[in-house]
């Protein structure tokens, strides 16, 4: 691996006399971590599992902190991937989160989501409350990948956005309890992980990359409430990306160090006031920098998770049209109406934004044009299948869950009548089915399928 020579000479003056173990650390392959989806699955039960199977899924908790090292390959392609169960996420950029106090009724903005390792980490915690996660990825394919993983992992409490971060400032000053900035960047620490991404690296990359994080981090500290907190991080080892960024915080946004997560400082090295960083050779996973910060102040912006939602209630029709497809009473269920869908909204934003809006909350149906009527939809079977009246439980090494992800019709089982049923795997839904004619009509989306 050719590292450019002016990075090696930054690298040395960064770590002095540990720069040789962080450049022998090129020779070791990347490391592969897992976080498992608590509002799911109850960690015991998973610990439980793969003790007893662990010849599927090998993985081993790092220090009591929820990441799991695995040495487990195509962990996408996994059973309990497909149901939402587990996340693979690098383990350093897990830390980033990890011990972070988090709460059910917190109001939180992740400003630069995609892919979702940190949104999962932050809905998760909401889950089941009054808080909320707004998710932001401007980039329309790294949206559509964020929005994907938010419905595998059925999480219930999150909004996803496609907005400029300083669009999201003008329509929600003050908003947010917890702004988390995971910040484009030069992408240093990934080189081990990404080679090709070398090529890319060069001293106008990184400056461009720091201009561009300023005018990000505006727009965050606007979204953040007096007494709020921010946690900035980044993959990259640059100062000017990194360091300099967190002296403009201090500095001229006036915000103050906060109290870093201990597990943080067991595992990463101190670089400045509230800031580690990790790197390869000191800790197993690659290069990450993370600062924790809050906003001065104690008075609390109006409050959001108790407004009403900007949204007209769902019509008699509508709910009709609910209840008839999930056999599922549509008045135990938030529902409203979204251009054309059925959502399920447990929590209020004040505003929504006019375009950029990937998803709300739970969408429960879309409506067909052609065929005239709702159709149910996959994040619902996601959110809230294992609700439903009719309900498939299967292993993870059950052939049949195996079919069902191939896209494969099965039997249905004695008992089940004309309708819908959620299709699970350890109590957590993986998609839905038809039932009809003694079979069940496979519902899994087609993007989402196994190759036979």
């Known amino acids: 691996m050719q590292l450019p020579e002016l990075f090696i000479q930054r690298m040395q003056t960064l770590l002095q006399d540990s720069a040789g173990d962080y450049l022998a650390s090129f020779a070791t392959p990347p490391v592969k971590a897992l976080h498992l989806n608590t509002a799911r699955m109850d960690p015991q039960r998973f610990l439980a599992w793969q003790k007893a199977h ?105 909004c996803v956005t496609k907005a400029e971060p300083e669009d999201l400032a003008v329509l929600y000053p003050e908003s947010f309890d917890l702004v988390v900035v995971d910040a484009p960047c030069s992408g240093e620490g990934m080189f081990r992980k990404y080679p090709e991404s070398i090529q890319e690296w060069s001293m106008e990359n990184v400056q461009h990359c720091a201009q561009r994080q300023k005018e990000i981090l505006r727009s965050a500290v606007s979204c953040l409430r007096p007494g709020g907190r921010l946690i900035y991080s980044t993959c990259t080892y640059a100062p000017e990306e990194d360091e300099e960024q967190l002296q403009y915080l201090l500095h001229e946004l006036c915000l103050q160090p906060d109290t870093v ?125 294992m609700e439903l009246p009719q309900t498939l439980d299967l292993a993870p090494d059950d052939p049949a869950l195996w079919q069902y992800l191939c896209g494969a019709e099965l039997p249905a089982p004695d008992g089940f009548s004309k309708g819908h049923a959620a299709t699970c795997c350890m109590g957590a839904a993986l998609g839905g089915v038809r039932v009809a004619g003694g079979r069940l009509k496979n519902l899994y989306p087609k993007g989402l399928r196994e190759l036979s």
């Open 54 to 158: 662990a010849e599927l899924l090998p993985a081993e908790e790092l220090a009591g902190s929820g990441i799991f090292l695995t040495t487990a390959n195509g962990i996408g392609h996994h059973p309990l991937h497909h149901a939402g169960l587990i996340y693979s996420q690098d383990p350093a950029a897990q830390l980033v989160l990890a011990g972070v106090a988090l709460s059910k009724d917190l109001r939180i903005l992740d400003l630069c989501a995609a892919p979702g390792g940190k949104t999962s980490q932050l809905a998760r915690a909401v889950d089941g409350g009054s808080g909320f996660v707004v998710a932001n990825e401007p980039h329309p394919a790294r949206n559509r990948i964020l929005l994907g993983n938010i419905e595998r992992m059925g999480y219930r409490n999150v």
């Open 261 to 385: 997560p201990a597990i943080v400082q067991d595992q990463a090295m101190p670089c400045a006031p509230s800031a580690f960083r990790c790197y390869p050779h000191l800790f197993p996973g690659e290069g990450q920098f993370m600062a924790y910060l809050k906003k001065p102040g104690d008075t609390l912006a109006a409050a959001v998770s108790q407004r009403k939602p900007p949204l007209a209630k769902c019509s008699k029709q509508e709910a009709a049209a609910f209840t008839e497809l999930y056999g599922l009473p549509a008045d135990a269920f938030p529902l409203y109406s979204l251009r054309g869908r059925i959502i399920v909204l447990p929590f209020a934003l004040p505003r929504l934004s006019k375009k950029g809006l990937s998803c709300l909350g739970v969408t429960a149906a879309e409506w067909d044009e052609k065929k005239k009527r709702y159709q149910p939809h996959h994040q619902f079977f996601s959110a809230y299948g």
